[in-house]
């Protein structure tokens, strides 16, 4: 062979060979510029995951969800992760789940009950809670100002709003009156964020109509309330802190977390959700409807910031601020924690955990 033709072979072999190799660099090239990019659009969708923990048997469940993922997608966040609660389980296992599950913020879509369940799931993570109401009271959504009616403005307050530590309560049901099994279970804690109350009002919760609070809202609580208003006065012995027992006939006794109730009443004006205490309010009227037309009046004054000076009072509210409080009932009475009703008690206790619990509010 001439060796002017191995020449040119080898010089081909060569060339094909550079041309391999510079196409081998060119390509890793565009690659390794490329990374940059990938990381860039891998952060613009990158978000909060965000975890909504569902009452199925909302009427609006469904709505919830569609507005949720619609919002998700157009803020370019991650897929929502949805849970349904239970009848064994109203959200506690659930919102425990959503963390192990790597959830930013879990959202309580539901009622009060809902709500309380969540927050028990939460209590302590240091992550946030935020709420879309769908429930009869919305207590909680009430004392924080948040949006009451729109699935969407909620939702903008999850993805928009500031976190919030606030104080949780908590209820020991220390002995329990069943002989008529209408006991509460004896010995069982529940955790309450707005107002736990013995006495009228959780009788007057107990006794509202399901199929009515469907129609007409909150406003069936009231409409319950009637039928107790010529109830006997309960005797109570009611201990707060370090001080003295103190013994008194009243109507009910209730402890507050925080104090707006719905129908714009202001039950306990002067409670703090952050101060880390606890309201103790004792509550009595006399003299029938007068009394209670008097503890009306007294409601709406302190509400708005007055003070009824009158020297006698057949209906009136005495409180204290507490960290730690124990009632004790004659015969019993029933017992709620922000409006579920636990049965009746005739001795519980109260306590506060400051700054427990992380919520997402209005900016």
Same mark, same amino acid.
């Not at 690659?31 to 965000?50: F, K, L």
């Not at 506060?352 to 919520?359: F, I, K």
């Given at each position: 062979?001439?060796?002017?033709?191995?020449?040119?072979?080898?010089?081909?072999?060569?060339? #094909?060979?550079?041309?391999?190799?510079?196409?081998?660099?060119?390509?890793?090239?565009?690659?390794?510029?490329?990374?940059?990019?990938?990381?860039?659009?891998?952060?613009?969708?990158?978000?909060?995951?965000?975890?909504?923990?569902?009452?199925?048997?909302?009427?609006?469940?469904?709505?919830?969800?569609?507005?949720?993922?619609?919002?998700?997608?157009?803020?370019?966040?991650?897929?929502?992760?949805?849970?349904?609660?239970?009848?064994?389980?109203?959200?506690?296992?659930?919102?425990?789940?959503?963390?192990?599950?790597?959830?930013?913020?879990?959202?309580?879509?539901?009622? !009060?009950?809902?709500?309380?369940?969540?927050? !028990?799931?939460?209590?302590?993570?240091?992550?946030?809670?935020?709420?879309?109401?769908?429930?009869? =009271?919305?207590?909680?959504?009430?004392?924080?100002?948040?949006? #009451?009616?729109?699935?969407?403005?909620?939702?903008?307050?999850? #993805?928009?709003?500031?976190?919030?530590?606030?104080?949780?309560?908590?209820?020991?049901?220390?002995?329990?009156?069943?002989?008529?099994?209408?006991?509460?279970?004896?010995?069982?804690?529940?955790?309450?964020?707005?107002?736990?109350?013995?006495?009228?009002?959780?009788?007057?919760?107990?006794?509202? !109509? !399901?199929?009515?609070?469907?129609?007409?809202?909150?406003?069936?609580?009231?409409?319950?309330?009637?039928?107790?208003?010529?109830?006997?006065?309960?005797?109570?012995?009611?201990?707060?802190?370090?001080?003295?027992?103190?013994?008194?006939?009243?109507?009910?006794?209730?402890?507050?977390?925080?104090?707006?109730?719905?129908?714009?009443?202001?039950?306990?004006?002067?409670?703090?959700?952050?101060?880390?205490?606890?309201?103790?309010?004792?509550?009595?009227?006399?003299? =029938?409807?007068?009394?209670?037309?008097?503890?009306?009046?007294?409601?709406?004054?302190?509400?708005?910031?007055?003070?009824?000076?009158?020297?006698?009072?057949?209906?009136?509210?005495?409180?204290?601020?507490?960290?730690?409080?124990?009632?004790?009932?004659?015969? =019993?009475?029933?017992?709620?924690?922000? =409006?579920?009703?636990?049965?009746?008690?005739?001795?519980?206790?109260?306590?506060?955990?400051?700054?427990?619990?992380?919520?997402?509010?209005?900016?």
């Amino acid at each position: 062979m001439p060796w002017e033709l191995i020449v040119g072979i080898v010089a081909l072999v060569i060339g #094909l060979t550079a041309l391999v190799v510079a196409l081998v660099v060119l390509r890793r090239s565009r690659a390794q510029h490329a990374a940059p990019a990938a990381d860039s659009s891998t952060r613009a969708v990158a978000g909060p995951q965000v975890a909504v923990i569902v009452n199925p048997s909302k009427e609006h469940t469904r709505q919830v969800a569609e507005t949720v993922r619609r919002l998700a997608a157009e803020a370019a966040l991650p897929e929502p992760r949805f849970y349904d609660t239970t009848v064994e389980d109203p959200g506690t296992g659930q919102a425990r789940q959503a963390l192990d599950d790597g959830a930013d913020v879990v959202v309580a879509a539901g009622g !009060d009950g809902t709500v309380r369940a969540v927050a !028990d799931g939460l209590v302590g993570s240091g992550r946030p809670m935020g709420i879309i109401p769908a429930g009869t =009271g919305n207590l909680l959504a009430r004392n924080l100002d948040l949006p #009451l009616a729109d699935v969407e403005e909620a939702f903008a307050v999850v #993805l928009g709003g500031v976190d919030r530590t606030i104080d949780v309560g908590r209820l020991k049901i220390v002995r329990t009156a069943d002989d008529d099994g209408d006991g509460a279970e004896e010995g069982s804690a529940h955790l309450f964020l707005v107002i736990a109350g013995l006495g009228f009002d959780a009788a007057m919760v107990a006794d509202a !109509d !399901d199929a009515l609070k469907a129609r007409v809202g909150w406003v069936a609580y009231f409409l319950a309330g009637v039928r107790h208003l010529h109830g006997r006065r309960l005797r109570a012995t009611i201990g707060v802190d370090d001080r003295p027992v103190v013994e008194a006939r009243l109507r009910t006794v209730m402890v507050g977390n925080c104090g707006r109730l719905p129908g714009g009443i202001t039950l306990l004006p002067d409670a703090v959700i952050d101060d880390g205490e606890l309201d103790v309010a004792a509550i009595d009227t006399r003299g =029938g409807l007068a009394g209670w037309a008097q503890l009306l009046g007294e409601v709406v004054a302190q509400g708005m910031g007055m003070q009824n000076d009158l020297k006698v009072k057949i209906g009136r509210i005495d409180h204290v601020r507490a960290k730690r409080a124990t009632i004790v009932v004659e015969g =019993g009475e029933q017992a709620q924690v922000d =409006g579920e009703v636990l049965g009746k008690a005739l001795e519980l206790e109260t306590w506060v955990e400051p700054g427990a619990l992380v919520v997402r509010t209005p900016a």
